[in-house]
């Protein structure tokens, strides 16, 4: 499935990094990519540098690590972080613990990247602060979120969420965990008690980054937000992620988001 999503030679290498598997991760993470890249082309810089909020267990800050960026992952689960300092083998890749909605790190960077991060916040306005703090004049950020309208997310993240039915999945033995997921482990953060609090719908997640003082550069569909994302159900969840694609953005699963600053 990786070998289908490798678009351009810049990109062909940085999925070895990464510990994502199925058809929407790698979709995700690929669009991210491909607009740290494209921007990172624009740049005359001897070190690109590029942040990542809520970096979990290192999704992304490894692949743009093996691009040479440098690259600061931060996280508030101190088991996640752990997990990536043991595994990091980049020399400018560094991992910090800490509150995407208050962190300072007193240092710009290039892009600022912040993805399915928002919607477990009880302050998103915090970390549209917090991107911007901590972008250089003409810097982008990259976030992106689930509709929390969808079906998916009325279903898991709300219904199955007060039911507390949600854990219930990453205590599966292993090997049955794995056949359904297509991961032996959880795909974002080693904290899997990390609920959704917050539910966004298009208009009121563009209202959140305009209040924000960021304008909008390019918006891309990731699902329709019907199936979950596990290799059980790839076939299908590929025509999904490809159908989102023509769809009108209120009705799409989930969002990338390119913003910029208002003011630069």
Known sequence: MKSELKESPQTKNYLQYTNYANFL????????MEQVIKYAMQKDTNQFKVLDLGCGIGGFTFPL?????KVVGVDIDSESISSCKNRNNFPYATYIVGNAETIDLQEKFDVVI???????CFQPNLVIQTIAKHLNEGGIGIVSVP???CFSEILFSRFFQKLGIIS???KMPKKIYTSLTGSPSPFYSLNVFCHHVQFFSFGKF???LN???FQVSLVR????GILLDWALLTPVKRIECKLAESMPHFLAGGWVFVIRREDK
């Open 206 to 208: 563009k209202s959140l």
């Open 147 to 149: 509709n929390g309208y």
């Open 221 to 224: 569909n990731l699902d329709l």
């Open 65 to 69: 690590s093996s691009l040479g960026y």
């Open 168 to 170: 219930l999945f990453h």
């Open 211 to 213: 209040s924000g003082g």
């Open 25 to 32: 991760q790698l979709k995700r993470l690929n669009i991210i």
């Open 114 to 120: 912040a993805s399915e991060v928002m919607e477990h």
